[in-house]
């Protein structure tokens, strides 16, 4: 019977130390999960944008791209194309073209990035915009914010 009293009162004074310790330990291994949307823009000026491809790449914090959404001018109302290998490395590289005639001039929206954020290290992009060109297949000054 001591025998069995003595194991009884450990087990009272054990458990709540050990069920204390796993509750810090869970708590501390989860990191705060949020999701942003980031919409890039492109400014063509007067000149037709017919066709774009640009980089973001991830300099700071962790974050996974979980979603493109298309743009907000018709031409560029299907999500855009992208490098799905380039995603494994923090970084996305997107494209897309119209060959229509009804075709943006000036800022316009052309994706929205969904994003998870991971962490609570606030992210750092770096973004470079590769080429745009216009409907003929000419390369345009054009200039990328996020």
Known sequence: MKSITVILISACLIVPVFAQQFGQRYETEQPRVRFVSMPVYIDSGARTLAAYQFELKTKAGQV??????????????????????????????????NTGNNLPTGKTRVVTIQLQV??????????SLIVAADSDGNEIPAEITY
């Not at 001018?73 to 999500?79: D, I, L, T, V």
């Not at 991971?118 to 973004?127: A, K, L, R, S, T």
């Open 64 to 97: 996974k791209i979980v979603g493109l959404e298309n743009g907000e001018h018709p031409a560029f109302s299907e999500p855009p194309y992208y490098d799905t290998a380039a995603l494994a490395k923090d970084r996305i590289i997107v494209a897309a073209f």
């Open 118 to 127: 991971i962490g609570d290290v606030e992210p750092q992009y770096e973004i």
